[in-house]
């Protein structure tokens, strides 16, 4: 994968997957330290500790459709090559926590790319009653953008994944992290 948001994509499905409900996705930057955290959080079904202990290797999956899952241990090698650090923590029925750390300015590192783009297929491709959540930082400047709260706002009658809601997802995105990087 070519873009940091292509990587969160596939993780977040393996979330949906797992049957979360309720899924946040925290992106730090902090260019002064040159870090980049990514931290993803579910309540989706967890995996017992002898799955835990096999997730990083790209011939254990759930899936019934093929026999190798590349996500998580291509992440882990990402992390490892852009010196930072991975770490997967996970509780049987309760969900899963997953973190990611880079060097941000790491040669290897690849861009973010395109975040909007990704929340938006997220809402539009996963199954009603799904909440997304993200919590967006550039040198301790952010936002924060919560399916729910939008729901609550927008109330029952108006879907999320009409066309006006969704470019509004991806251009508050976009405007957000434009006035992160603008501030600091």
């Known amino acids: 994968m070519n873009e940091i948001s292509l990587y969160i994509l596939d993780l977040v499905q393996n979330s949906v997957t797992a049957g979360a409900k309720h899924i946040c996705i925290v992106i730090r930057i902090n260019t002064v330290s040159d870090e980049l955290e990514i931290v993803i959080t579910d309540d989706g079904c967890g995996m017992s500790r002898e799955l835990l202990e096999k997730v990083s290797s790209p011939f254990t999956t759930t899936r019934k459709t093929r026999k190798v899952g590349l996500g998580i241990p291509m992440i882990r090698q990402l992390c ?3 010196d930072g650090a991975f770490d997967i923590r996970s509780t049987l029925g309760e969900g899963t926590v997953l973190t990611l750390r880079f060097k941000a300015s790491h040669v290897d590192l690849p861009p973010m790319g395109n975040l909007g783009e990704t929340v938006l297929t997220l809402v539009n491709g996963t199954p009603e009653g799904i909440e997304f ?5 550039l040198n301790g400047q952010g936002f924060d953008f919560d399916t729910e709260e939008l729901r609550g706002m927008l109330g029952p009658e108006v879907p999320l994944n009409t066309p006006d809601v969704l470019a509004w997802i991806r251009d508050y ?3 957000g992290i434009e006035e992160a990087a603008s501030s600091t």
């Open 80 to 82: 490892e090559m852009c």
């Open 173 to 175: 995105i976009k405007e």
């Open 133 to 137: 959540r993200l919590e967006y930082s």
